[in-house]
């Protein structure tokens, strides 16, 4: 049976020690850290992401500033207030909640961020740095994984690793960064002709697609470690992650629940990348 990887527990660990940090850091600099948050539109799931970034920067000591628009904000207003808020010296993080509406175009916005305020790391010239292993960010969900793995002890050097989804935002930023910890790492997709095969061969396997019980135990290595992304709905309404999660406990190592594993994770990460910015800034 599996070991289970509790990401609240890792979470509550990061979110500690940022916590600890930010105390320190006022005190040296009288800097208080602060994440601005847009919002275009009322999806009820980003609704519920915001709320927990502002409940989190409250925890750790950060000023938040929430800027919720409605769903027909022009891509032009969103520019403004992007630029406004890089001029901002009290602002140290910029996070524009995604899925934008379709009318906007999601690089545009992306890229009008400061590179050095861009906490999410996915403006094209931290991906960048990411690429060359030389960077001041992680995207959240990749650098959550990581953290997840570190905390399990496992070794990721010479092991084999299948990143199944090749998003901007997490498949591909996460094969970069086992790859930077001398994994052998697969990427596969949708148009990977045997995808089964490409996990069985996995020591350590992450799923980002978002189909529910998409990776089954017999795609599992006998002893895999399993991280899974996915956030999906079961036929019960249930939240549930990509992976069979009660067939494969039983035949990996390590594994995480949905909810509780990766999830969690995000935020704190947002959390320690945003005291980066905020130190970074202090620098000068
Ligand atoms: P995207 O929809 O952007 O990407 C999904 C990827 O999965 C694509 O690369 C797609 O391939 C691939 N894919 C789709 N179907 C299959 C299939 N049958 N076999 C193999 N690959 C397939 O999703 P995201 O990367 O944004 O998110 C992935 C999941 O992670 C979602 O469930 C999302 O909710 C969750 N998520 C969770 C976070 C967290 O904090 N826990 C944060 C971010 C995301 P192709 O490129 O060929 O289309």
Redesign the pocket.
Known sequence: MATLINGKEISQKVRGEVKLETEAFKKETGITPGLAVILVGDDPASKIYVGNKKKACDEVGFNSFEYILSESTEQGELISLIEKLNADPSVHGILCQLPLPKHIDEREIIAAISPKKDVDAFHPVNVGKIMIGDYDFLP??PA?VMELIHSAGISVAGKKCTV????N???KPMAMLLLHENGTVTI?????TD?AKECRDADILVA????AK?ITADMIKEGAAVID????RDENGKLCG?VDFSEAEKKASYITPVPGG??P??IAMLMRNTLTAAKLSSKG
């Open positions: 959240c969900t959550g199944v989804g090749r998003s935002i997490v498949g596969c997709h949708s148009k990977t995808l980002a697609v978002g189909r998409l992304v996915g956030m999906n990509d990766v999830g994770m995000t």
